[in-house]
C-alpha cells in the first residue's frame, strides 16, 4: 500500500497495535521477572497510547476514547511508581561510583535506601496486574488494537488529514520553548520535554502517511526529550538527595552532599546544552513540511 492510499483508520489501528503488542510482550517479565527493562517498555506502551489516542482525537469517538485514556492513565500510574524509582536507583549507584572509596560506599549505603522502596512498588505493581480492571483494560486494548470506535474523518487519507494533527504538536513545543526565557525554572523545562515527547509521538505514530520528513521531525524532538530529560532526572535525584541527608550519618550526609553536586552539574551542563540543540531543531529541514 503506497502512502497515498493509506487513510487515518490504518494509521490509528497501527499505532494502537504496535503499543498494546509492546505491552502483552513484555506483561510476563512484568508479573513474574524482575528486569527493569520490562516495566520501562510496559510504561512507554501505556504513554504513547494516552498520545496517541489525544493526538487522533478528531477520528475516534470522543468518549470511548477518554473513557481509554483515563484506564490508561491509572496503569501507568502504578508502572511509573517502579519505574521512576529504577532510574533514580541506578543513576545514583552510577554516579556513587564515581565519588572516592569511602564515600563512594557510604553513597551506596544510602541508595540502597531505594530497594526497599521499589520491592513495595513492585509489589503494588503485582497486586494491580491480577485486579478484574486491569484484565479488563487489556481486553478493551485488545479490542482498540484491532477495531477501535472510529468517526467518518478516520477513512479519509491520511496525507491530507495528519498533517494538521502533528503541526499542531510541534506548535505546543515550540510556543512552550519560546516562552522559556533566559533563566527557565525547572518546572518550564520538564513542561518542555513533556511537549517535545507528545510532538515525537505524534511523528511516529504518523510516520507512515508522512515517511522521511516524520521520521526527521521524531529524531529532533526525541533529542530534546533527552536532554532535558537529563535534566529532570538530575533535578528528581538531588530532591531526594537533599531529602534523604536529613535521616543519613555524618559519614553518609557527607557524601550525599558529594552526590547532590554531581546532579547539579549534570543539570547545569543539560542546560547549556538545551539552547545549541533546539536551534538546530527548529529549522525549516526539520519542520517545514508542516
Same mark, same amino acid.
Given at each position: ?141 485488545a479490542s482498540a488494537a484491532s477495531n477501535p470506535v472510529f468517526t467518518e474523518a478516520a477513512f479519509t ?21 519560546r516562552q522559556l526565557g533566559d533563566n527557565p525554572s525547572d518546572d518550564a523545562l520538564h513542561a518542555c ?24 521531525? !521524531?529524531? =529532533?524532538? &526525541? ?6 530529560? /537529563?535534566?529532570?532526572? *538530575?533535578? $528528581? @535525584?538531588? +530532591? ?10 555524618? !559519614?553518609? =550526609?557527607? &557524601? ?6 554531581? /546532579?547539579?552539574?549534570? *543539570?547545569? $551542563? @543539560?542546560? +547549556? ?18
Amino acid at each position: 500500500m503506497s502512502a497515498r492510499d493509506i487513510t487515518v483508520s490504518d494509521v490509528v489501528c497501527r499505532a494502537i497495535s504496535h503499543s498494546y503488542e509492546r505491552l502483552v510482550t513484555h506483561e510476563p517479565d512484568l508479573r513474574v521477572g524482575d528486569d527493569p527493562e520490562s516495566v520501562h517498555q510496559a510504561r512507554v506502551a501505556t504513554r504513547r497510547l494516552r498520545s496517541d489516542l489525544r493526538t487522533f482525537e478528531p477520528f475516534v469517538d470522543a468518549q470511548w476514547a477518554a473513557d481509554l485514556r483515563a484506564e490508561l492513565r491509572w496503569l501507568g500510574s502504578e508502572l511509573g511508581a517502579v519505574r521512576d524509582i529504577e532510574v533514580q536507583r541506578d543513576r545514583l549507584r552510577t554516579h556513587a561510583a564515581r565519588l572516592p572509596t569511602a564515600e563512594a560506599e557510604a553513597a551506596r549505603r544510602v541508595v540502597r535506601r531505594l530497594d526497599a522502596d521499589r520491592a513495595a512498588a513492585r509489589f503494588d505493581l503485582i497486586v494491580t496486574l491480577s485486579l478484574a480492571r486491569y484484565t479488563e483494560l487489556r481486553a478493551r486494548l485488545a479490542s482498540a488494537a484491532s477495531n477501535p470506535v472510529f468517526t467518518e474523518a478516520a477513512f479519509t487519507r491520511a496525507s491530507d488529514a495528519l498533517t494538521p494533527v502533528v503541526r499542531v504538536r510541534w506548535k505546543k513545543l515550540r510556543r512552550a520553548v519560546r516562552q522559556l526565557g533566559d533563566n527557565p525554572s525547572d518546572d518550564a523545562l520538564h513542561a518542555c520535554r513533556v511537549r517535545a515527547k507528545q510532538c515525537r509521538y505524534a511523528a511516529e505514530a504518523c510516520e507512515p502517511a508522512f515517511g522521511k520528513p516524520a521520521r526527521r521531525l !521524531a529524531r =529532533a524532538t &526525541a533529542n530534546v526529550q533527552e536532554v532535558l530529560g /537529563e535534566h529532570h532526572d *538530575a533535578v $528528581v @535525584a538531588g +530532591a531526594w538527595l537533599a531529602k534523604t541527608a536529613h535521616e543519613c550519618s555524618p !559519614a553518609e =550526609a557527607y &557524601a550525599v552532599g558529594m552526590l547532590a553536586q554531581l /546532579e547539579r552539574e549534570a *543539570a547545569a $551542563v @543539560a542546560r +547549556a546544552e538545551f539552547p545549541d540543540l533546539w536551534r538546530r531543531v527548529d529549522t525549516e529541514r526539520v519542520h517545514g513540511w508542516l
